[in-house]
């Protein structure tokens, strides 16, 4: 156990430990329990930033302690890990402001808090594994604190999407674990490397780790909400609106399309994959969920139904990326799953921002939403130009690598998909944003709470502001010294390092 | 501060300003005084053209993916046209909108559709261009929206969808291109192989924005639908883009291109026939010189497709589109700002300035001697003698006809708007005068400050010359008088068969249907609309798609269904057992 250790073990245990003393605190401690969720967010983000520079010059950070026999429980931080733990301690922070200021005045909020914090530990967790039963333990741990937060409201219809999300993800999960104990009777311990952990097995055992390919994919894709594993996901939705934003962005779908990127680049290795043959069927999967999500989001009335589509289709575009070979997509790929995550994120905390303050849940209830709430909308505004790819926001510049690394390596179907996608998205995002500036408002709003001396309470305003900034930050200043494309292009070049 | 520092900070205030004036809107005690400047946001680009170095470049390499923004001879020459019209129309705007309900709104996608059009002139890098390109389309779709009624609405989901559609087509022609050439800057695109699948989308893709034959149906809804000061702008600068789009990326000059310059010469001919037939029987001004931005586009495509067929000539041809270009853009902005005037004149001096400052223009247009189009018509006609195969006959025949055509349009637009009664006229309107003049003034010399343009002109003016320039002007105008005449026998309305949007129309009832589906409210039948399904058809029509989407629903539900599920694991099984076996 070396000196800076303590730093990973540190990021995991800010939210754990939050988590846990929050389950006892009284119900009425409101004050006490906002600042014990910020302070834990707080912690971990300053944790994150430290871990962000030392990996950036190199330093190693590693953690194990003897778990299963011969098999011990590890913490890394690879520059792949790093990008999704910064990801979610970033957006973990944003979404804590927003939950407090949405869930005001709520019963049950030590319960939400409690498993909320829980959920960012797996969260943080399966970024963090350093090899593949703690990842598979912590992806576990993430399906279990998720779903009291989905069926939080208790209604009957959150009953029923918790009880569909467990059924999917318990079932993906024990593919999943199929997966791993095949895998670990083949080679050993799976520690994650990059290039692959594999290479020696592809002359002898190649068709089993084709089946394994198939089942890893299988059970990770039920998270990753790749068609058809994804019917849990719009149903999901019930979930309160900082649960879906969260759920959306960095926490179980995103977990999902991070451990296919962990099992093609640091099991498998995408080079080797290439060589194995599974990773064309994984883009054609990858490509006709982009095409059907967009599709299923354009005939959806409810808000965050067609978000959530919306989501089935934008995380594939990072299955996408890790599908093709060579750098430039393996870019594409990876900077979306930040991108992706902030515009989503924003879109969710726009969305609950129109339930919460005005009642409207349904796009045909949107018209003249812009005069009411100008900041809001103009976030939301600002993540669905990114979402169709409008240069220069965020979704721009993944479209553009995965775009260029689909033609490098010769997959010119790609643009087809993307293009298509692209004109999905602008026919599904465009018209809610001409209701929202061009039509007048309705006389009377279906349940309008005035809040504050903003349009709604600062809580709930000032999170999407910063992520649709971050938004707009993270595509005009892609290229500048300080991104995620920067990021995530030293992530390629390790993978395909000589 | 020193020369360079100069140029860099007009090169950066060119698109900068407009974006800085659209970002002070947003303070709402600061409005007013921005609307009343509007057109100062258009000086830096002005002073840009006059005081410009070729050559001259600024590198942001933190912005974008490094952007570069340069100004070269090609861009010095659409600036110029391009600067003149937005601060023209935006000095017209002032007094145009002094009723509006929204001028902020308006103003808004004024101030960053004109730092779009700005920007996509002086970059340099592809990924700039796209920026700058993007932000024009989508801002001018705020203008086209801008009044709100069925109409607008109706041109401005038109003009989304192909907006988008173009969108798409280039930025996979762009990355296509800079995979290809191995850069993203556009001076050294060119070195490399040319990829055909670029070539391709870019051709359609600049083609929807400028009009070119079956991607031009958006523009006579867009160009009547939006206010006055926005259709000068989109018909006279904004449609060039996608012109300056073709000359920046396609390999013009470097190789032949038969196919392509096949294509844009029939489309291009195409246009202008089509928008003659279907100008003249518009009944709304606009409408029709919509129709012949149209004909004139395609004669500049035309003259792209000589230049794709000749690359040793390309230079030639260049400058004969740039004149041409610059012609139409400030004639067909004057006309359009005319409008105003034309409706609000007065006093007798008023309606003789109104009359001279339409005819002006519409002469120019329709090619008369001595104007500019007279010009720019020379300059493309002494391209097509070197034509191989029979394009030399063909062109000799049909750019005359085209003329003709536009001088019919020319006299439709002028009998629509012609002043003579004097109306009760209304305050604000004094000032769409002294911008209108000045553009029309433009329209007088414009063209002739091109480099070369004075020293092109014939030294001996021959009788004959003089003729073959004057002709189709006397035919097209004996043929307007000639149907004045027929029309006292027919009453009918011609536009019931030709109506504006042409071929569009055939396409936007399924589109409607999808809008339907998805507003769930039934979409209004248009005040022009000819024919087409009743509200009942439409609501069927709603129904199916409904029963589509509910069915794609009732496909997923039943996935969820056990017996699925213990089906797929069996096949899963048997996938498996199979891939083993292998």
Redesign the interface.
Known sequence: MNLQSPILLGILLSSFVTGLVIFFLKEESHRLRTWLNLLGAGVKLVLVAVLLSGVYRGEPYNFAIEFLPGIPFALGADSNAVLFVTLSSVLWFCTTIYAVGYLEHTPHRSRFFGFFSLCVTATTGIALSANLVTFLTFYELLTLTTYPLIVHRGTREALRGGK?YLTYTL?GGAVLLLAVVWLHGLAGPVVFKERGVIQALVGTHR??L??MF??FI?GLGVKAALV?LH?WLPKAMVAPAPVSALLHAVAVVKAGAFGIVRIVYDVYGVETAATLGVLQPLAVAAGITIVYGS??A??Q?ELKKRLAYSTVSQVSYIVLGAAILGPVATIGGMVHLVHQGIMKITLFFCAGNYAETLGTHR??EMNGVGRRMPLTTMAFTVAA?GM?????LAGYVS??YL??GA??AGE?WV?LV??AS??LN???F??IL?RA??NAPPEQWPAEHRVGTWETHWMLLLPPLVTAGLVIYAG??????FSPLVWVKLIAAREYAP | MNASAIQSLLLLAAPGLPILAALALTITSWRGAVMRATPVAAVPALLLVVAGQSGASLHL??????AVLGLDAVGRIFLGFTSVLWLTSGWYARAYLAHDPNPV?FHLFFFLAMAGNFGLILASDV?TF??CF?LMG?ASAGLV?HR?DAEAVRA?RVY?ALA??G???I??GF??L??SGGTTQIAELHRGVFSQ?ALLLLLAGFGIKAGALSLHFWLPLAHPAAPVPASAVLSGAMLKAGLLGWIRFLPLGEAAMPLSGFTLISAGLGAAVLGTFVGVVQKNPKTVLAYSSISQMGIITTGIGIGALRPESWLDIQWAVLIYATHHALAKGALFLGIGPAHAAQTRLQVITARVGLLLPALALAGAPFTSGGLAKVAIKSNIAFLPGGWADVLGILLPLAAVGTALKMARFLWLTWPGHPHPAEEHAKGLWPPWLCLVGAVLVGAWLLPGALGSLPVKLTPAKLWLATWPLLVGGGLAMLGAWLRRWFSGDLTRWLPAGDLGVLLERPLAR??L?????PVPDHADGHGGGSAEKDLRGAARLAAV?GR??RI??S??AWPV?GAALLL?IG??LW????
Request: charged share 15%; hydrophobic share 50%.
């Open positions: 569909i079932i068709g089993e084709q089946v198939l089942l299988l058809p019917g599709v299923r354009l005939f009335d796009v045909s130009l169709i790819g409008v240069p220069p479209k553009w775009q260029k033609i490098q010119e643009a993307l293009g692209s004109l602008a026919a599904y465009l018209p001409y500036w061009f005009v200043f892609a290229e500048s010294s | 390499p933190s912005l974008g993916q490094h709104r990924p796209y920026a993007t989508l929206l709100g401005g989304l988008m559609l969108e798409v087509l930025f996979t990355v296509f800079t995979v699948p999808v809008q589906r998805m507003s769930g409210r989407g794609l629903a997923e539900d996935l969820r599920a899963l996938v498996i891939l083993l076996a292998q």
